[in-house]
């Protein structure tokens, strides 16, 4: 198995990502704590994890509260001994395909902000645990918007961006002390609308260009080069790979998932 024996947190781990993810972890042997906000969906995702075989703990944190990460983190630490793997998938809903001219100052930073924020939070509380013990795999999820150019995607270019630069610098700061960092970089996953927040932010953008949601998504679907989107477990896996021991040779590398939408 690949992540057998290593201590895995997951924040936002009851989400769309978060929980496929957790359940690939769980197939592969890791030990899963899951943090999120809502307690009915990191039940639902402990649940399909344990199916899997795995030792599971929920834990209710807001990702974007530095105190309350760090006390839960050292709570892991305490109990598993180690901290392997922290995998962020916090998202939440964001303005997106307004022009500048109808984008609020206050709607454009929300997602830079507030990405950037609970990553910073996230990383440093684990980073301190992955430092002393020499070794660790910090998992970060940025957006193909980072690339991308066209109307309605100022904020979210700004965030996906900025994360995926924080991702190279802190593989740069923190690969002499043993620790790899990896962002992954999927498209929009079309089996995750009815789960995420992506669902209704997308129905807002097609509502705005006047076209059904299904014509919508085939347009993205067009941007590809396999004719298709990713989807969640396809993501999963990824970052399964990315976390073992096969992928020790990655850090501060971008993950291109976007099914050929981008080429690098």
Known sequence: MLLENQVAVIHGGGGSIGG??????????ARLF?????LPRLEAAASVARDEGADVSIAVVDAMDQDAVDR???EVVD???????????????HVQGLPIAETSLEDYLHPVVGYLQTNFVTAKAVSRHMIAQGSGVILTISTPGARLTGRGLIGNAAQSAALEG??????????PDGVRVVCVRPHAMSDALATSYTGEMFGRIADAGGIPMDQWM??????????RLPVLDEVAEYLAFAASDRARSITGAIANLSAGALVD
């Open 166 to 175: 924080f991702s190279r610098a802190l593989a740069g700061e923190l690969g």
């Open 72 to 74: 839960h983190v050292d």
């Open 218 to 227: 085939n347009g993205l679907v067009g941007m590809t080069l396999l004719g």
């Open 20 to 29: 496929a993810a957790a359940r690939v972890f769980a197939r592969e042997g």
């Open 79 to 93: 109990a598993a001994g180690r901290i392997d793997i922290a995998l962020n998938t916090v998202g939440f809903d």
């Open 34 to 38: 899951l943090a999120g906000r809502s």
